[in-house]
């Protein structure tokens, strides 16, 4: 079992940029998949980055590709999401999973097993 804590949200201009960061407690944080997710008001969870357990591989949503990268530091029990070029669309509130040993195109989140609390980013125009 792992537990999930997000930080790094808060309010940015558009076109700006933020880190998110997502600290996993447990030994076994690199037998983990992980990934993030994000939730707008009134709107489905949607999928938006997820990375391998040993951080080789990574998959992102088409509406992040390019403007937004995963990264992980299993040493740290650490993932991150760098967030640039941010606009309004992506304004909501960004949570992590985890999956042991998951697929990283998995994108439907009621697959993921575990998840922190969620971190409010909010991009204004």
């Known amino acids: 079992q792992v537990q999930l804590v997000e930080s790094g949200g808060g309010l940015v201009q558009a076109g700006g940029s933020l880190r998110l960061s997502c600290a996993a407690s447990g030994r076994t944080f690199s037998s983990y998949t992980m990934a993030w997710f994000r939730q707008a008001p009134g709107k489905e969870r949607e999928f938006v980055a997820a990375?391998?357990?040993?951080?080789?591989?990574?998959y992102y949503a088409d509406s992040v590709t390019g403007r937004f990268t995963i990264s992980r530091d299993n040493a740290k029990n650490t993932v991150y999401l760098e967030m640039n070029s941010l606009k309004p669309d992506d304004t909501a509130v960004y949570y992590c999973?985890?999956?042991?040993?998951?697929?990283?195109?998995?994108?439907?989140?009621?697959?993921?097993?575990?998840w922190g609390q969620g971190t409010q980013v909010t991009v204004s125009s």
């Open positions: 999973a985890a999956d042991w040993f998951g697929r990283i195109d998995t994108i439907d989140p009621h697959k993921w097993n575990y």
């Open positions: 990375i391998s357990s040993g951080g080789t591989s990574t």
